[in-house]
């Protein structure tokens, strides 16, 4: 159990050092991964910035996730779920596209128009609060990925146990503090967990908290 997000950060960042696990850049998932973000990006002395994607919600259900899609236009599709609801080509076009501008502007929004810093060739750490169904995690490191990062790790505090095992295949490594056997959601193991604000998370994400 964490106290909240800060002191989920801080041990992820203990945990990371003592791995001496070395990254040029930490990208957190906006918006409840900049405080956790934070404090493992001053420990491993890197520079800290955002990657951004957005759920992809099946027709009238757009809680449920049947893919991601980052701002760069990375996606993943739960193939499974998309046969198993019937999910027409047409939908999906239409949604990827809605989403990654929806993506693309909030990572603008995040980073006052600059770019993504150059990951050619660089050591990443994605960090994300945990780990549900790991949907837009997938998306972020595909966007990683394409943008030829060498080596790319993903940190969590928390992940559901099966989630965090099929993530190992979208990166080079997956680092879990926890994967409680009866994970059901990420904030069962906050004792506070809020929502981030955006004037919050970008004050994370510029060091002013």
């Given at each position: 159990?964490?106290?909240?997000?800060?002191?989920?950060?801080?041990?992820?960042?203990?945990?990371?050092?003592?791995?001496?696990?070395?990254?040029?850049?930490?990208?957190?998932?906006?918006?409840?991964?900049?405080?956790?973000?934070?404090?493992?990006?001053?420990?491993?002395?890197?520079?800290?910035?955002?990657?951004?994607?957005?759920?992809?919600?099946?027709?009238?259900?757009?809680?449920?996730?049947?893919?991601?899609?980052?701002?760069?236009?990375?996606?993943?599709?739960?193939?499974?779920?998309?046969?198993?609801?019937?999910?027409?080509?047409?939908?999906?076009?239409?949604?990827?596209?809605?989403?990654?501008?929806?993506?693309?502007?909030?990572?603008?929004?995040?980073?006052?128009?600059?770019?993504?810093?150059?990951?050619?060739?660089k050591r990443v750490a994605v960090v994300d609060d945990g780990v549900a169904t790991g949907a837009t995690a997938i998306?972020?490191?595909?966007?990683?990925?394409?943008?030829?990062?060498?080596?790319?790790?993903?940190?969590?505090?928390?992940?559901?146990?099966?989630?965090?095992?099929?993530?190992?295949?979208?990166?080079?490594?997956?680092?879990?503090?926890?994967?409680?056997?009866?994970?059901?959601?990420?904030?069962?193991?906050?004792?506070?967990?809020?929502?981030?604000?955006?004037?919050?998370?970008?004050?994370?994400?510029?060091?002013?908290?």
């Amino acid at each position: 159990m964490f106290d909240d997000r800060t002191d989920a950060g801080e041990r992820l960042a203990a945990e990371l050092e003592r791995r001496g696990l070395e990254v040029d850049v930490v990208l957190g998932i906006p918006r409840g991964a900049l405080p956790v973000a934070r404090p493992v990006a001053n420990a491993l002395e890197a520079e800290l910035d955002v990657v951004v994607a957005r759920k992809l919600g099946a027709p009238g259900n757009p809680e449920l996730a049947i893919g991601a899609v980052a701002s760069d236009g990375s996606v993943w599709h739960n193939d499974a779920l998309i046969a198993q609801l019937g999910v027409s080509a047409n939908y999906l076009e239409e949604i990827e596209r809605e989403e990654a501008e929806n993506a693309s502007r909030k990572a603008d929004q995040y980073r006052d128009g600059a770019s993504i810093p150059d990951l050619d060739g660089k050591r990443v750490a994605v960090v994300d609060d945990g780990v549900a169904t790991g949907a837009t995690a997938i998306a972020c490191l595909r966007q990683v990925h394409e943008a030829g990062a060498e080596h790319v790790v993903l940190a969590v505090p928390v992940g559901s146990p099966q989630s965090v095992d099929d993530l190992a295949s979208e990166a080079d490594e997956v680092i879990a503090l926890q994967t409680p056997a009866d994970f059901r959601a990420v904030g069962q193991y906050y004792r506070q967990f809020g929502q981030v604000n955006d004037a919050d998370a970008i004050a994370y994400l510029e060091g002013d908290r």
